[in-house]
């Protein structure tokens, strides 16, 4: 019994393998019989492959640069405590985002001590006012003391005359003319002494002057330390950066928050030397070009119109570029000082060039263009610019109106014959196809 089972298993894998064989060899029948029109044993022509095909029209071609920076703000005010001293009034907008107008009160800061001194300063302006008036009346009482000495010695003079005129007559005494002479000379010296008092009363004004002067820059100082302590804002704007809270204590100078314009924005862009340089006009200065400002995220794709500003004027330190700065005209009221955003600039037009896409040029530099029976020929290029998957080439006069291959596949080259894939199939080649489907069918 084992054996009659041992012999049925061998017959039946035979039986097997020979329908295997013959399955194989009726496909591999099938297949070289497909290859040409009357059977297996004649070869078959050139193959001829299949490529989408661009025609090279030199035209005006407007290049993009497209490259990335971030926003930022044209206008920004720090606000810093003019004060040291304890917070005691917090405006609502003063937080993260709070929307303020220009000289809105946003900080007040404790104002008893700053208002203590701007009391004492006032009476120090009052005492400096009232001795100025004490010395202007003493240059005046001064002043008519010395013309009542200047009267007197006016007298005494007039009698020293007339004693001299009566000794002349032979009627005056010398103790008589002694008298006279020196009442006149005790006149002179009341007037040296009137004017001496007069002097010194003038210097007194002068200095009660320069003393009010002084309380008055004092009390300038005075109010301007209470008007410190209160912190307005500058412009109409955004509050930032906020670190001051109700009731806290804040010592001069410190930062308490800062406010931006939203209204006027700009781009920052670090560009190569290549680019920089393309953007440049004739006498070295930044060309006035527009720009697009782009925003991509999950909500969507935001743009704002921008133009070329002004380029950085110093380079930092490890970078080899340069920045420019593109102020927002419109469409900026989403943007954000901080965004990353790209940017893309419009270059300056070129002339007699194309558009074609970068997979046409191979890593030597050239393009396939097929020539009137379609076999493809390696044509050099020189490549102006570059724009995501598309190059700018200039037009030389063998590629005007050349068909170049748009996609390069490892199978295309030179010497190789090909079609367009947007033409028509030939009939032998669409019977070819067909005859493959019915084998397989």
Do not use: C
């Not at 379609?374 to 068909?403: C, E, K, N, Y």
Request: glycine residues 10%.
């Amino acid at each position: 019994m084992r054996f009659l089972f041992r012999s049925l298993s061998g017959l039946f894998i035979t039986f097997l393998t020979l329908g295997l064989l013959f399955l194989a060899g009726f496909q591999l029948w099938v297949a070289t019989s497909a290859d040409g029109e009357d059977g297996p044993g004649r070869s078959g022509g050139e193959q001829v492959y299949t490529a989408r095909l661009l025609t090279v029209t030199p035209q005006v071609v407007q290049p993009v640069m497209k490259v990335f920076g971030t926003v930022d703000s044209r206008r920004r005010l720090q606000l810093r405590a003019g004060a040291s001293g304890q917070i005691v009034h917090l405006d609502p907008a003063m937080q993260e985002g709070g929307q303020v107008k220009a000289g809105q009160v946003l900080v007040r800061i404790d104002p008893a001590s700053a208002q203590a001194g701007l009391a004492n300063q006032l009476a120090a302006r009052d005492d400096a006012e009232a001795t100025l008036r004490d010395a202007r009346r003493n240059v005046q009482v001064a002043a008519d003391d010395l013309a009542a000495a200047e009267r007197q010695a006016e007298l005494r003079r007039a009698a020293v005359e007339r004693q001299a005129s009566l000794d002349k007559r032979g009627l005056g005494t010398s103790a008589a003319r002694e008298t006279v002479e020196l009442a006149a000379s005790s006149a002179e010296q009341s007037v040296i002494a009137g004017r001496s008092a007069l002097a010194s009363a003038e210097s007194a004004v002068t200095a009660a002057e320069n003393a009010l002067r002084r309380a008055e820059i004092a009390l300038s100082e005075a109010r301007r330390e209470l008007a410190d302590t209160e912190i307005r804002a500058g412009f109409s704007g955004r509050v930032t950066a906020v670190t001051a809270v109700e009731g806290g204590l804040v010592s001069l100078n410190e930062q308490l928050a800062e406010i931006i314009d939203p209204d006027d924005l700009e781009v920052q862009a670090p560009l190569s030397l290549s680019q920089f340089s393309r953007l440049l006009a004739d006498g070295g200065q930044l060309r006035d070009r527009p720009a697009t400002v782009i925003l991509d995220g999950s909500a969507g794709r935001l743009t704002a119109e921008a133009r070329l500003d002004r380029a950085a004027a110093s380079v930092a330190e490890g970078t080899a570029g340069r920045v420019v700065y593109a102020r927002i005209l419109s469409g900026g009221e989403t943007l954000r000082p901080g965004d990353f955003v790209s940017v893309e600039i419009s270059e300056p037009q070129i002339d007699n060039a194309a558009v074609i896409p970068a997979a046409a040029v191979g890593p030597d530099g050239a393009v396939l263009a097929a020539d009137a029976d379609g076999r493809l020929m390696a044509t050099p290029v020189r490549v102006l610019r570059r724009q995501g998957d598309d190059v700018i080439i200039a037009v030389s006069a063998d590629l005007q109106g050349a068909r170049i291959v748009a996609e390069r596949a490892p199978q295309l080259g030179t010497g190789i014959m090909v079609r367009d894939a947007a033409a028509p199939a030939p009939a032998e080649d669409q019977r070819a196809q067909n005859r493959r489907g019915q084998g397989n069918g």
